[in-house]
């Protein structure tokens, strides 16, 4: 009888330390030296921290000790925001680390607006951020906004597979086409050539291709080459409008 009334005693007394212990962070959010006086922000490049700190919406009497939790939802709501961490910083800091969505490429709707690798289209203002990326386009079709989501998709995942496999080739990159079929052509500067490729073009066989059009141009004089087909496994063909030579 007596283990079990020792065992009831401490039971009762873990619960009633448990609720004390959940209830501190309550007691300390009254804390006058806890009260939020500054919030950061790292990791936003595009976010501005007007909007951040609009969309957290914190009151005057805000505590370190308030749901972080709650707070990061509120930062993802944003289109810029991919994810969020909250992080407190005491006595009376916010930290939080933003990872943005990443523009990718332009897509012409009408004004040229950013896409990030999904084909979300992100509320940046090229100009204003000076943005240097591959314009989006639809083979055929003249009208602005042509592309579909899925064709958004498809086209800015493609650019942004190029961009982490070979950077230096994607800066030459100035706009892709998706062709009917689901083709793409990439057309590049230095040297001057669209590439003809199938989504999935290796980092491999781009440098391949080019070593064969580098081989081209040197054989072939006065040439202007059309484009660089990379569409047929094992082959490379550059199509010439005109050329003399072997």
């Known amino acids: 009888?007596?283990?079990?009334?020792?065992?009831?005693?401490?039971?009762?007394?873990?619960?009633?330390?448990?609720?004390?212990?959940?209830?501190?962070?309550?007691?300390?959010?009254?804390?006058?030296?806890f009260k939020v006086a500054e919030v950061r922000f790292r990791g936003a490049r595009f976010l501005s921290q007007d909007e951040a700190l609009e969309l957290l919406d914190l009151s005057p009497a805000a505590s370190v000790w308030d749901d972080l939790r709650e707070l990061e939802l509120r930062l993802k709501t944003h289109p810029l925001v991919r994810d969020v961490t909250g992080h407190r910083r005491f006595p009376d800091a916010l930290l939080f680390r933003v990872e943005e969505r990443v523009p990718v490429a332009l897509f012409p709707n009408p004004t040229l607006e950013p896409v990030d690798e999904d084909g979300r289209i992100l509320p940046i203002d090229p100009a204003l951020h000076k943005l240097d990326l591959p314009i989006m386009a639809a083979a055929g079709r003249i009208e602005?906004?042509?592309?579909?989501?899925?064709?958004?998709?498809?086209?800015?995942?493609?650019?942004?597979?190029?961009?982490?496999?070979?950077?230096?080739?994607?800066?030459?990159?100035?706009?892709?086409?998706?062709?009917?079929?689901?083709?793409?052509?990439?057309?590049?500067?230095?040297?001057?050539?669209?590439?003809?490729?199938?989504?999935g073009l290796s980092t491999g066989r781009i440098q391949t291709g080019l070593r064969v059009l580098a081989d081209a141009l040197g054989r072939f004089d006065g040439g202007h080459v059309m484009d660089l087909d990379l569409r047929y496994e094992d082959q490379v063909v550059v199509r010439f409008s005109s050329a003399e030579g072997n």
């Open 144 to 199: 602005t906004g042509s592309l579909s989501p899925k064709d958004l998709r498809l086209v800015a995942g493609e650019i942004s597979r190029l961009a982490q496999g070979d950077p230096e080739f994607h800066a030459k990159i100035s706009d892709v086409t998706l062709f009917p079929g689901g083709d793409l052509g990439a057309r590049i500067s230095d040297p001057s050539v669209t590439l003809r490729f199938v989504p």
């Open 1 to 33: 009888m007596r283990r079990w009334l020792t065992f009831v005693f401490g039971l009762a007394l873990a619960v009633a330390l448990g609720g004390a212990v959940s209830r501190i962070p309550r007691a300390l959010a009254e804390v006058e030296a």
